[in-house]
């Protein structure tokens, strides 16, 4: 009986969790810091609270790259972490140049983000049951 009642709780527990839909997208960013050697070849890692999910092609040498790329994830759920980090692109190490961190809400968002390093990353989201 006590173990049946048990696997009730944790059914009725799995169907409160509820679970939604994350779509990052319009990601850009402006003004990026120059490397040593001068040039600036930005791409973004994206994470949803510890899952990666993926990163952007890199734009090579420019300060105000853009990207198309958009990145979804199924097992969203509201409060989880986005997490955008900016790196720069380089022959041995890649440069962080800083990290964009939110709580996420439902509803269409655009956000603009200060980098530590320099510069600014913008991008939107939207999270939906
Ligand atoms: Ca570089």
């Known amino acids: 009986m006590a173990s049946s009642l048990s696997f009730l709780l944790l059914l009725v ?3 409160n969790v509820a679970q939604s ?3 990052i997208f319009g990601l850009r960013a402006s003004d990026l810091p120059s490397d040593l050697l001068g040039t ?3 791409y973004v890692k994206v994470y ?3 899952t990666s999910l993926g990163k952007t092609v890199v734009r090579h040498d420019t300060i105000n790259p853009w990207w ?3 990145f979804s994830y199924f097992k969203a759920q509201e409060n989880d972490e986005l997490r955008l980090e900016v790196h720069d692109s ?3 190490f890649d440069d962080l140049v800083g990290v964009c961190k939110r ?6 968002h655009m956000h603009t983000c200060y980098l530590e390093k320099g510069g600014t990353l913008h ?4 999270l939906t049951q």
Not at 103 to 108: C, D, F, H, S, Y
């Open 90 to 92: 380089d022959l041995f």
């Open 48 to 50: 949803c609270s510890s």
């Open 123 to 126: 991008y939107s989201y939207s």
């Open 68 to 70: 198309e790329e958009e």
């Open 13 to 15: 527990c799995g169907l």
């Open 40 to 42: 600036t070849d930005g």
């Open 21 to 23: 839909q994350i779509r």
């Open 103 to 108: 709580q996420i809400k439902p509803g269409t």
